[in-house]
């Protein structure tokens, strides 16, 4: 056997419709569109979400809470993933993303879970009360960013 010699299982592969060519494609007069009706026509294209003029399901799903426009997203690190930097070093959002704590791109806020022996220079945008009292309590110090 040779690759030249292999096929396709029967039922495999199937001929591509061809529309609009008249009787002798099999899908002559219409086209496959049927008889009348809106999406017989010509540049008929349904709307996304459109049900008919049923009500559709986003409207009919009720809705709930509230998204502030004006919130600001902080990217979360803990003070335990702090432990990965060596002693007396400064912490600043370009060397968390190099060490792969971080993604980058949005503002940094600390946050007090976990413990910290060493003491760092840490530079972020927010701290939380508890993350504070832990980088000072290791004789490290914090600086807020803008």
């Known amino acids: 056997m040779k690759i030249s010699d292999l096929k396709p299982a029967p039922g495999a592969t199937k001929k591509r419709k061809r529309v609009g060519c008249g009787p002798g494609?099999?899908?002559?007069?219409?086209?496959t569109r049927g008889h009348k009706g809106q999406k017989s026509r010509s540049g008929y294209s349904r709307k996304p979400?459109?049900?008919?003029?049923?009500?559709?399901l986003t409207r009919r799903v009720p809705k709930r809470g509230f998204t502030n426009i004006h919130s600001e997203p902080?990217?979360?690190?803990?003070?335990?993933?702090l432990a990965a930097f060596e002693a007396n070093s400064e912490v600043t959002p370009d060397s968390m993303k190099a060490k792969g704590i971080i993604k980058g791109g949005k503002k940094i806020k600390i946050l007090g879970q976990g413990e910290l022996t060493i003491p760092l220079v840490v530079k972020a945008h927010k701290f939380s009360k508890s993350a504070l009292d832990k980088i000072i309590g290791a004789k490290g110090k914090t600086e807020r960013i803008k």
């Not at 902080?74 to 993933?81: D, Q, T």
């Open 25 to 31: 494609s099999g899908h002559g007069k219409t086209s």
């Open 49 to 56: 979400g459109y049900e008919g003029g049923q009500m559709p």
């Open 74 to 81: 902080y990217e979360i690190v803990n003070i335990k993933k």
